[in-house]
Structures are given as structure tokens and as C-alpha cells.
């Protein structure tokens, strides 16, 4: 069965700081990951994903993420935050592509950007 | 504009009722799905629908129900046998074969005392 581990819960930075947020899985078969982030009391929505090919992927708002298959981490990263980045951030994992392929999410973890 | 829209944005209900949760969609997925919201606990599968008239459970469908009479909408009733209804709901869809890459609505507060 696959699994997400966020390995942190909150992480506070000060604007225009590097950022980076942990995720770790679990799976005994390939995997599709993405990162979804979820503004307060809305809904989620897609910052990124791999399925194939770079390991190296870029989404929106500046962010990227380092899909490193030997140590299973999705790493998220952004050179430079803004205030406009403080939300809550998930990984994910799938198994599959079909929507029988269940989309398993980590915990989450609070970015804060303080000025 | 495309997009899936949940109503209401906040419900209160008393304890012993039943109550359906709405979710429309007129982005033609075929996949949609429903998820819980727990603070600390990320989201967790209710049920996922592939066609309509057809549906699945997922991690934690106990004392909850869905339909799927129409490819554009995907109800969820939580019923009274429902232990700990308070939550955030939220509704997504997808294409078939992009499971993954979810479209979520704004969700739904409940509140039950």
C-alpha cells in the first residue's frame, strides 16, 4: 500500500527566504506524485506534478520539486517566498493514472511567510 | 467559467439528522470524488465515482452515501449512523485517466451539535 510522510508540520520563513518542504513515500511500484496547496478555507489546487521523464519539475507560482527515486522524496522547493505563499501544502502519491488509483495525501504542512 | 461549485459554504445541523452535501461540475469529467478534512490529518477518501450510476467506497465510507444520476453532479448524504460528522468536505473530479490531477471545489464546513 503506498503512503506519504510530510515531515514537517509548519514551517515559518521570513519573505523573499528559500523554502523547502519534505515529502517522503512508500510504494512497491512506480509512482505519479504531485503537490497540491490549499489556500485557508478553499478548496486545493495543483502547484505540480511527475509522471515520467525529468526528475525536475516546475509549477506554478515559482515553485519546483525533485522527484529523487533512490531516497523516495517529492521534494517542494521556491527560491524566494512571498507573503502571498503562506498556505497549506499537501503531497501526494498515486499508483496509477485511472481514478481507480486511489490519490493518497500526506498530512500537510503550514507555510507561514512573515514580513 | 469551468470549475465545481459546493453548497453551501457553511451548514449546521442538529444531531440524529441527515444531511446531503451538493457538488456540480461542468468541467465534462467523467471521475469525481468526495474527500474528508480532519485539522492535522490531510484528506481521506469517502467514495469516487468513474460513470454514472456507479461508485465506489473509499477509505472511510461508513454512515456516509453518494450518487451519481448525472455525469455533472455527485451528492453526498451523511447520515445520522455517521460517529463524528464534523469535518470539511470537499468535492473533486477528474479525468479518467489523470486520476491524479484533481479539481477541487471550495468546500463545505459542517457542523453538528
Known amino acids: 500500500a503506498q503512503s506519504v510522510t510530510q515531515l514537517d508540520s509548519q514551517v515559518p520563513v521570513f519573505e523573499e527566504a528559500p523554502v523547502e518542504l519534505r515529502c517522503n513515500y512508500s510504494?512497491?511500484?512506480?509512482?505519479?506524485l504531485f503537490w497540491y496547496v490549499q489556500y485557508p478555507n478553499q478548496g486545493l489546487q495543483l502547484l505540480l506534478k511527475y509522471l515520467s521523464g525529468s526528475t525536475l519539475v516546475k509549477g506554478i507560482n515559482g515553485f519546483e520539486a525533485e522527484f529523487n527515486k533512490s531516497q523516495t522524496s517529492f521534494h517542494l522547493r521556491k527560491p524566494s517566498v512571498h507573503i502571498s505563499d503562506t498556505a497549506e501544502y499537501f503531497c501526494a502519491v498515486s499508483e496509477g493514472k485511472t481514478s481507480g488509483s486511489r490519490l493518497t495525501f500526506g498530512e500537510g504542512t503550514q507555510l507561514t511567510v512573515n514580513p | 467559467d469551468g470549475g465545481i461549485t459546493q453548497s453551501p459554504k457553511y451548514l449546521f445541523r442538529k444531531e440524529g439528522q441527515n444531511v446531503t452535501l451538493s457538488c456540480e461540475q461542468n468541467l465534462n469529467h467523467d471521475a469525481m470524488y468526495w474527500y474528508r478534512q480532519d485539522p492535522g490529518q490531510g484528506l481521506r477518501l469517502i467514495y469516487y465515482s468513474q460513470i454514472v450510476n456507479d461508485f465506489q467506497k473509499g477509505d472511510i465510507a461508513e454512515g456516509y452515501s453518494v450518487s451519481r444520476e448525472k455525469k455533472e453532479s455527485f451528492p453526498l448524504t451523511v447520515t445520522s449512523a455517521q460517529k463524528n460528522p464534523t469535518a470539511f468536505y470537499l468535492c473533486?473530479?477528474?479525468?479518467?485517466?489523470?486520476?491524479?490531477?484533481?479539481?477541487f471545489g471550495p468546500g463545505t464546513r459542517l457542523t453538528v451539535t
Open positions: 473533486a473530479s477528474s479525468i479518467l485517466d489523470r486520476a491524479g490531477e484533481q479539481y
Open positions: 510504494s512497491s511500484v512506480s509512482v505519479y
